[in-house]
């Protein structure tokens, strides 16, 4: 693991107030200068300097009672980015108590099975560590390479400083890992780098697109939950989550079963961003709902968490055999440790902006032009309407109208794809575009639309509709 661009700036939190060294990393683009996530120890706290009165009513100084709607949206913010960073929402019975996730984390030597996964496997993996949560002598220690980053006694003090994103572990009073669960900001945060490569501050919304979700489960030493679920043998089952692929999730399988179909012989879909959700009315690929919808359905029937989820829709036995098989639409665990979280969950989404392109990151001239040719001869702005960059109303198509094949729209109820809201996509340019990644650049989304709607666009327009979508 590379270290080394972290030295300096550690030099400098250590040398300056929090307030001054936050935020100004400069390092990574994509991080402090443009991170929107509303991040404790980052740009938040930068741009609260900034705009100190942007949640706060005209008139309400310090002490003064504020505006009660104002108030509200403070106060769901702060609890939907604590629900969002660090709820499990009771699902370490699952991963840890059923999987024995955590048994795979700690490894032989500390008493579980397996190698074990040290802080060098657990970055490789694509797992990021929150350095807002590391105390000084240790971010010293790591700086001075004094850190065995291949011990996975390193990976449980970590758990144990809670630094590791979207990973709790659960210790006893004897400091031993006993459990683990997962968090919402596992698939969809990421860090900005400032520290060292997969160290450094929270990016809230941010697709894990190096994130192997496949490989990390299926690490785990008993998968037996699953297998009965799903009716294959274990081999089968680990065959299939180490091919999913970095930065890829299949949040249907556990419903159909199907775990191969569609053009690249995946069924799993890249992770998207959580950011710039606001004003877009369905969610997901394949438009199952609301974001209060899909945060209650994640919640409960992919992370494992105990809690209350109704959805009839999941009784259709041919299209979702096993969700209609196991009453997956009726769910009701006691004490709903999901339901009460929600509002506040969906508050602090929609209040993640999708970040900013960073400056010089586009050629601005050929943006324009290109913004001319989005709302004109290219005929995007018809589906991708500015500003939401979706369909205001019901935002699904049929996949003859996009031109893509069917399987994926398909394993959802109304067999349609959503117009994906196209803010932010310079921030998640890795995995590829659509929903299986299909389309490597923007280019080729860009020339699948010219041959699928015979645009006849000309290289170089093409080029131009790429760089506004690069400035979105
Ligand atoms: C294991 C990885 C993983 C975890 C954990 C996870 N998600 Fe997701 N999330 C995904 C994937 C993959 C999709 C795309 C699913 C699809 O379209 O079929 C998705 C989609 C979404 C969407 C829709 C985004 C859009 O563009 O419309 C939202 C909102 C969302 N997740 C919120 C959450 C919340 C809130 C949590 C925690 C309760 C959570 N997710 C936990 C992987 C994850
Ligand atoms: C008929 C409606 C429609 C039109 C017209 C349309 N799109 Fe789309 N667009 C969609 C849908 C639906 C998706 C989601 C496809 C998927 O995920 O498989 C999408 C996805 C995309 C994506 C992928 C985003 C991501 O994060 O993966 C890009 C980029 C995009 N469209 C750009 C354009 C451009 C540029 C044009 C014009 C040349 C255009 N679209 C025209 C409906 C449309």
Redesign the pocket.
Known sequence: MKREMGYAVLALCLGLSAAACTGDEGGQASGADTGRGGEEGGSSESRSHHEPDAMAPPDAGPGMPGDPAMDAARRMVEEGRETFRRDTFGDEAFWGGALRLHDAIKGEALGGVGDGVSPATALALGLKVDVDALPPELLEALAAGQVDLDDPATTLALLQLDAVVGVKGIFDDGGQLVSAGIRCALCHSTVDDSFAPGIGHRLDGWAARDLDVGAIIAAAPDLSPLTALLGVDDATLRAVLRGWGTGKFDAEVLLDGKAAGGPSGSSAT?I?PAYGLAGVNLHT?TGWGSVTYWNAFVANLEMQGQGVFYDPRLDDADRFPIAAANQFGHKSSSPDLITPKLAALHFYQLALEAPTPPAGSFDEKAAARGEAL?AGK???A???VPPLYTEPGWN??TPE??G?DDF?AKRSPEGR????P?RG?WS?QTG?????G??AT?FD??CH??SA?H?GLSGSEKDD?VQF?LSL
């Open positions: 890249l998207p690929f989005f290219a005929r995007c018809g589906c991708h699904l198509h109208e996009i893509i994926q794809y959503r117009t994906t196209l996509l998640h590829g575009f659509y929903h299986d299909r389309f923007l989304v860009v639309y010219d709607f645009l509709v979508l």
